[in-house]
């Protein structure tokens, strides 16, 4: 069983930056792609930002694309986003996933 767990959100100004890391148990990422979503609510949940194996290549939405960074470290197994110059748009929670599996989130406010 795999099991996902978000952390490093929280409250920050416009224009700041957030860490996200997403620490997996029960699977080897290196093994699998993986990616980062958002939801906000009322809405459905939305792709973020995605990284393959074995390639290690990146794909992000349009609306984060120069701003966010999605890596990995295999040998923690964590999943991260860095993310900069964030807006108030941006705010949300912020799940990670690997297959169809998900974390429980972690919230991120930016306040303009």
């Given at each position: ?9 929280g409250l920050v100004q416009a224009g700041g930056s957030l860490r996200l890391s997403c620490a997996a ?40 694309k120069g701003r966010f960074t999605i890596s990995r ?40």
């Open positions: 069983q795999v099991q996902l767990v978000e952390s490093g959100g148990s029960g699977r080897t990422i290196g093994l699998y792609a993986m990616g980062w979503f958002r939801q906000t609510p009322g809405k459905e949940r939305e792709f973020v930002a995605r990284i393959t194996m074995p390639a290690g290549s990146v794909y992000y939405a349009d609306s984060v470290d295999n040998a923690k197994n964590t999943l991260f986003l860095q993310m900069d110059s964030l807006k108030p748009e941006d705010t949300a929670v912020y799940y990670c996933s690997l297959g169809n599996n998900w974390g429980q989130g972690t919230q991120v406010t930016v306040s303009s």
